[in-house]
């Protein structure tokens, strides 16, 4: 099936708007799988993707029978590199975290 990625980067969800890309994805692939897909055909590191569908972060373990992702469209966000020197330590999001676009906020 085809999936449509609207690709973004920046440090959090939604971040700034880059375009958008079809793959050919199977029903059955984890989400790993499709980050590793992404990796050969847009050379973007899995390290770097987090996917989101209808507002949540997905996780690398289910499937997109599991998510319900059809010919659908997620949201691509591409972590940035921080600057040399910077952020040594910490972590990062975790994942299942979900976006509120009802959100005043923009920070």
Do not use: W
């Amino acid at each position: 099936m085809d999936v449509t990625f609207r690709q973004y980067t920046g440090s959090s969800y939604p971040g700034s708007f880059r375009g958008s890309f079809t793959l050919e994805i199977s029903f059955y692939a984890t989400v790993l799988e499709m980050k590793q897909e992404v990796m050969r055909r847009k050379n973007i590191p899995v390290s770097s993707q987090r996917i989101f569908f209808r507002g949540v972060e997905l996780s690398d373990g289910n499937t997109l029978m599991q998510l319900g992702i059809g010919q659908d469209t997620v949201h691509l966000l591409m972590r940035r590199d921080p600057p040399d020197g910077c952020c040594s330590g910490g972590s990062v999001g975790s994942s299942n975290q979900k976006y509120d676009s009802s959100s005043s906020s923009t920070s």
